[in-house]
């Protein structure tokens, strides 16, 4: 229905909403659809919000404000998670997945292949695909 919608709207046209989360889950996302809309010459009006009203010049400046502020959240999200992720580095924390195979794991496929069993042989030995064993002789 949503995407019915928007294939039929037209310059001037203005989508009226009785609440805007109606329209979007996340305040990223309305403001998406906002950019979007305003792109394509379409207002948006919200029954239950007036302030949202963008044919308006001060709905126009609040959802830009508010365009403002939800950068401003999302570059603040990032720059946590980062934070995050050095500082559980500096603590020793591995990232990623955890290994499959051990270093005397690694150690027996190395010797194993040098004896001549196959990389088949290998995979099903160790529970692994054979994309690991080759990963792990390359190494």
């Not at 005397?104 to 695909?129: C, P, W």
């Amino acid at each position: 229905m949503w995407n019915n919608l928007c294939a039929m709207l037209r310059e001037g046209d203005v989508v009226v909403v009785y609440k805007l989360d109606r329209i979007a889950r996340s305040t990223r996302e309305l403001l998406d659809i906002m950019d979007r809309f305003r792109e394509q010459g379409v207002a948006v009006t919200s029954l239950h919000e007036p302030w949202a009203d963008t044919t308006t010049p001060s709905g126009k400046m609040i959802m830009t404000i508010m365009a403002g502020i939800a950068e401003f959240e999302r570059d603040l999200i990032q720059q946590r998670a980062k934070d995050g992720r050095e500082a559980a580095k500096r603590r020793g924390v591995h990232m990623g997945r955890p290994a499959k195979l051990n270093k005397g794991q690694i150690g027996l496929i190395a010797d194993a292949r040098n004896n001549g069993r196959s990389v088949k042989e290998l995979a099903i030995s160790f529970g692994v695909s054979r994309d690991t064993i080759y990963r792990v002789l390359a190494r």
